[in-house]
């Protein structure tokens, strides 16, 4: 374990996919995250991600890619959601967490189905855990188009986004349909979790979702900047976690290497408490009674 | 009548079953600064959301500007009661105030020098250029108040709507959120319509009042309106109308808990 990047990194077949593919869809999920953490959403995002496990494990028992399983459970889980008013009302917790342990139950008895009739072991570990290294070549364009598509949705309605997260009331006065605007960006967070849950896995996914959103929060203040930094915060974390995972291969026990998604997991995590036991930035110093001092001062 | 903002004929609204708000009729033109009285639950909120459009009618009419409300209409200005802002929430006072400008279209806008001398002007003329950097969350409830107004006013309505602005206020702060708007009001003709539940702190800049209790209104002004009589057949029962120290108090006579329902709105004297 000598070197930083070591020999062969940058000549790996699995590791440029496993780069592109990671690129993007960090890109995706920091942003959609962003307007997951401001929403409130966070819960919606992880009650997605443990249907999408569900979703997940049943395409692998009848045989197709499971980011097909993660898409249609996480995207039918949302439009439920969004027909119950699940998301943000308080007091349905209840329900909802009931839910979600008959979602897993039923992913605990697809993966022992197919572990048992296909023999292969990892398959568990691979939709629990992610499996960015053994992508397969034909679902790469379609999780780069869905990953852009659930991105440029988040971008057209940030403005609308924004502005219902200050006041669903005034952006409705405003003539925008707050509702059908909650309900795309709902399908777009469902994307982004089976996005993430392909490179991270679906029990991780919201970790790649929240994490980079929540540190950028805490570091900047603007929207552009929060979506930008975010960006660069999950890319880092995926682009170091596929780094260190290769260069783990040498590590003990020699020869086989250390999961992506615990890097991962691990760097979000580590820059999220970095962020936050930063000494936080004081507000702009207001002068006492600014107040009424400006309010009868002529303009 | 053309230069009528606001028409309201006869307005009910009826909701799970109960009657919130009862054959009001009101109407409102440029330049009118307006007091929205009554206790709380009489049915201000409901009576404004009437005139944003938010809260379907059950019977009567509402004209805007004399015919039915645009969707998309940014003649009317609303600053809704509170706000519940996470302190996380991404928006300085400054994007607050440009969302005021075009929060609800679609797509990207690129920044300008325009654009940001326009929120930086609008923020001056409310008094909260000096926060414009600060994250909205991090605001007093009194300087959120103002950065809301600014948002609500960047769009250039004929008609700005406040919902209990003076809610848990300090004095200070109320007095200086009720000259802003005084001030803007005849600078910019623009007429206001606040709800208060104390209509003490508006007495210098009202021009009418319209008194709401139990789903009904009186309008008119404050002179024609404060009194025993009028406000005792809007009660339902017998309402005393006290003028102590240049101060109003609304007081129920009877009945100590019935009181204490009316005289919610006077306040006390602080």
Redesign the interface.
Known sequence: MGHIVEPGFFASGPVHIALAVGTVIAITSAVVG?FT??R?QSFAGHSLADIATTGGSGAFLVGVNQFWGYLAFGAGAAAFMEMIGVQRRQGRDVATGVVLGAGLGLAALFLYLGTEYSSTTGASFTILFGSIFVLTASTVPALITSALLALATV??????L??S???P????????PVRAVGALFLMALAVSVALSAVIIGAVLSTALLVGPA?TA??L????V??MVTAAGIGVLAVWLGILLAYDSYYWPPAGRGWPVSFFVVTLVVVGYLAADLRPQAR??A??Q????E????P? | MTDELVRLDDVGVRLGGREVLCDVSLTIRPGEFTGLIGPNGAGKTTLL?VI???QPVTTGSVLIQGGPRP????S?G?V?QK?S??P?????VK??VA?GI????????LPSRARREQVSDML??V??Q???????G?LSG??QQ?VMIA??LISKPRLLLLDEPLANLDI??E???V??LA?LAKAERIAVLLSAHDMNPLMPVMDRIVYVAAGRVAVGSTDEVVQPEVLSRLYGRHVDVIRVHGRVLVVAAEGVDEAAAVAEDATAVR
């Open positions: 962003v953490v401001t409130g971008v057209v309605l940030a403005r609308v924004l502005l997260s200050l006041s009331d005034i952006a409705a006065a405003r003539g925008v929540a929060l805490r900047v203040k603007g929207p900047r929060a507000r702009v207001l002068p009674n600014a107040d009424t400006q309010a009868c001062s303009v | 959301r944003l459009g938010l969707p998309r209409d940014a009317i609303y809704p706000l802002i996470e996380d929430m991404p928006l300085r994007d607050v969302l075009d929060g609800n279209k679609f797509g990207l806008r001056t003329a008094g909260a000096q926060y414009a950097d600060a994250r909205i991090e009194g300087e103002r948002h609500a200070s702060s007095q200086g959120i000259s802003v001030r």
